[in-house]
């Protein structure tokens, strides 16, 4: 966590923003797309929120099927030394999506490491707000991923 640049992550965008964007909280009706299930607040205020936590809580459910793990289609094994898992990512299908969702973040000017970054934050987060071993799913991922991003982004040396 030392690694993680705060500073960036701290500049956000304000705006109204929905709080729990993911798949589950969005309808579409053959014409329209409604959002359902709005957070009342963001860190306590009723105005606004930080855009850029709506945009990475939407990639970590491209990412992370939670649908899938929700029917228990995961495998997760604490080791002595190590941690696996494993989940159905329906892979070539979320790739096109995921890579579909980087243009538009791109094509919009938005910071890409900034939300991969927020991605795995939000992972870690909301780790303790599932049963087990969900919860253990989500933790291990968001680390890994975190790590891996850190990496990437040149924050930990390779």
Partial sequence: MNHVPWQEIYRGIPSKIHGDLQFDNIIFDKKNFFLIDWREDFGGN????????????????????????????FSYLEQKNSISYKYDSRKKLMNEIKHQYEKFILHNDFSLKK????????????????EHPFDKLLFAHGKSQLFKILKKYECISK
């Fill in 46 to 73: 009723l105005n606004y929120g930080d855009l850029y936590y709506d945009l990475a809580k939407m990639y970590g459910g491209i990412e992370m099927n939670y649908d899938i793990i929700k029917k228990g289609k």
């Fill in 115 to 130: 939300i991969e970054i927020l991605k795995c934050l939000i992972y870690i987060n909301m780790s303790p707000l599932h």
